[in-house]
């Protein structure tokens, strides 16, 4: 079992940034790809950005590329999602998962295991 917290959220003007963090249980965190997913009112989870079980390949939701960047610290069982330039478009909850796929970096809800809370960002124009 993983537990995934997420923090960091908050309000903030267009243009301005926000860093979010996930913090996770596990102890073999190093093992699991890490995905942040959003989703606001009325519409269905999506992709946001993925990273691997070593940090070295990411992958991003076009609609966020340039912009968002996602990270991870193994040694502090901690993935970060770096968020600038921020739209009001942008604004739902955004959520932390863990996958225990290793081969490929995984962008759809069904291939993570386990899920945080989220975190409300909102992005005033």
């Known amino acids: 079992q993983v537990r995934l917290v997420e923090s960091g959220g908050g309000l903030v003007q267009a243009g301005g940034s926000l860093r979010l963090s996930c913090a996770a249980s596990?102890?073999?965190?190093?093992?699991?790809?890490m995905g942040w997913f959003r989703q606001a009112p009325g519409k269905e989870r999506e992709f946001v950005a993925a990273?691997?079980?070593?940090?070295?390949?990411?992958n991003y939701a076009d609609s966020v590329k340039g912009r968002f960047t996602i990270s991870r610290d193994n040694a502090k069982n901690t993935v970060y999602l770096q968020m600038n330039s921020l739209k009001p478009e942008d604004t739902a909850i955004y959520y932390c998962?863990?996958?225990?796929?290793?081969?490929?970096?995984?962008?759809?809800?069904?291939?993570?295991?386990?899920w945080g809370q989220g975190t409300q960002v909102t992005v005033s124009s």
């Open positions: 998962a863990a996958s225990r796929q290793t081969r490929l970096i995984p962008t759809k809800v069904g291939n993570y295991d386990y």
């Open positions: 990273i691997n079980w070593s940090g070295g390949s990411t």
């Open positions: 596990a102890r073999t965190f190093s093992t699991y790809a």
